[in-house]
């Protein structure tokens, strides 16, 4: 799926004045916030208001909240919670990051940058599950797990309270480039660059079904054949 966003949305290289490929982007469950991730390694918070109001589209708006820093490598996924309290951001650092909102630090600057964000964003939890990069993540409907997977070939499932993980599912042979959780919580399914989906029970985290036959012929390597 493509997104065409307005030309104020955008990752740019303070140096080269160049604007950087956006991987990612989430909407905040209530509307108000767009959440990017970027080949510059940064997580950046916009402001929906300027996109759904052309009164508050002017220079004196707040359109950029925060640019969150805390990346080493490009940010490939960047998903809210579904409560909107959490943001989670995947990386080709080999890390991903739980976000929440710091609504004593409006006003401060972003980790090494001149920027000042309007809204401050602390790093709550550093999840090191993977040993390459994290390609995608998903949150649990009630947001009881969140999980992430790579090309290590792995699935790492934490828990949505502790951020403790709580279990690693080694099944793929490939790269796994989707994961997505079905509407009630009791199955994660995986999609892998070795031509299958995985499909895992919550109760046990066992393997539940392997799906093969829809993908026999598919190209190894698109990411936009994936879980959704």
């Known amino acids: 799926m493509s997104v065409i966003l307005p030309d104020w949305v955008a990752h740019v ?3 080269k004045k160049k604007r950087q490929t956006i991987f990612s982007v ?14 510059d390694a940064k997580v950046r ?67 090494g940058s001149s920027e000042k964000n309007v809204e401050t964003y602390r790093c709550s939890r ?50 796994v480039k989707g994961v997505v959780w079905d509407s009630v919580g009791h199955f994660l399914a995986s999609a892998s660059d070795d031509k299958t989906v995985k499909v895992w029970r919550v109760s046990d985290w066992g393997l539940e079904a392997e799906v093969k036959a829809p993908f026999i012929t598919s190209p190894n390597s698109p990411f936009f054949r994936r879980p959704s």
């Open 13 to 15: 290289d303070p140096e």
């Open 26 to 39: 989430d909407a905040h469950p209530d509307g108000t916030r767009i959440a990017t991730g970027g080949l």
């Open 45 to 111: 918070i916009w402001a929906t208001g300027p996109l759904l109001d052309e009164k508050q589209d002017n220079d004196q708006a707040d359109k950029l909240l925060s640019t969150l820093s805390r990346h080493a490598g490009s940010v490939l996924v960047v998903r809210w919670s579904r409560s909107g309290t959490y943001l989670a951001s995947g990386s080709d650092d080999t890390v991903a990051l739980v976000w929440e909102l710091d609504p004593s630090g409006a006003g401060s600057f972003a980790f």
């Open 126 to 175: 550093r999840l090191t599950g993977h040993e390459s990069d994290v390609t995608d993540l998903a949150w649990s409907p009630h947001d009881e797990f969140l999980a992430t997977v790579g090309l290590d070939s792995k699935v790492c499932v934490y828990s949505g309270y502790s951020f403790e993980r709580i279990r690693k599912l080694d099944g793929h042979q490939g790269f």
